[in-house]
């Protein structure tokens, strides 16, 4: 079931989403050579109490983490730990958190130190991507319209996107209806309409797409050892356009 959010409730994870995004940028800015996964997970759980917030991924289905850190060929799930972040790495953080019985949810990749080109435009591109799937979320639109945005933008560059995991639905629930493919054609899947709120999230190789998981049952990552690059935003639809919650104001109302 597609649940559509009230105003309030659209506000209450504006704020639940700030927190997010403060905290993921505040992480970015402490992403260095030397630096362990584990690291950051204790920021962003120290973090997330003094905002009053709970982390959402932490027991989500037995995650034992704030945060999840997927560096280099791995795609999203990364669990935390003593790996040290090197000169060159890129690394995804994705986190959400709890506030008011709501959530929020976003992640971005990010450089260590000096990377190389091809490392850079990966990322780059995986962003516009996030931006091309974030316009189509206006009233009238289908699902589907997000994915063929974000695939039409990526695949003229010759990189993949993972198809083993998708975008979502988000407010009461980390997880809600409907799910957000990264690509397929246009005009298919549930209308979008005023209140609903999805979480747009391409998921980026240079190689192939293909995915293995890890023993530990939640790494992914890219079978033939490619970079992959993440990012994602939660969207509300509102009468006006998207409205990037905790980042960018609403739309005039």
Not at 164 to 179: K, M, S
Not at 187 to 204: D, F, S
Request: with cysteine; charged share 20%.
């Amino acid at each position: 079931m597609i649940y559509s959010k009230s105003w309030s409730e659209l506000q209450t994870m504006d704020r639940c989403n700030a927190i997010v995004l403060d905290i993921l940028h505040r992480l970015r800015e402490r992403i260095a050579p030397g630096v362990t996964t584990g690291d950051l997970d204790r920021m962003a759980e120290e973090w997330t109490e003094e905002a009053g917030a709970l982390p959402a991924f932490k027991g989500y289905r037995g995650y034992p983490a704030t945060l999840c850190t997927s560096v280099n060929e791995e795609i999203v799930h990364g669990i935390p730990g003593g790996r040290e972040l090197r000169d060159g790495d890129i690394i995804g953080i994705d986190m959400g958190v709890i506030l008011g019985g709501y959530y929020g949810d976003s992640a971005m990749t990010v450089a260590v130190g000096s990377i190389s080109n091809d490392a850079r435009h990966l990322l780059e591109v995986t962003e516009g991507s996030l931006q091309k799937g974030i316009e189509k979320v206006n009233p009238g639109n289908r699902v589907s319209d997000i994915g063929h945005a974000v695939a039409s933008f990526v695949t003229p560059y010759g990189y993949t996107l993972v198809k083993e995991f998708t975008g979502h639905g988000i407010g009461r629930a980390l997880h809600e209806d409907p799910q957000v493919p990264n690509y397929g054609e246009p005009g298919r899947g549930p209308r979008l309409t005023e209140g609903m709120v999805l979480a747009i999230e391409p998921m980026v190789c240079a190689g192939r797409a293909d995915v293995v998981l890890a023993d530990d049952q939640w790494t992914a990552s890219t079978a033939d050892g490619s970079l992959a690059a993440h990012f994602e935003r939660s969207v509300a639809v509102t009468p006006r356009g998207p409205w990037v919650l905790g980042e960018s104001s609403p739309p005039s109302r």
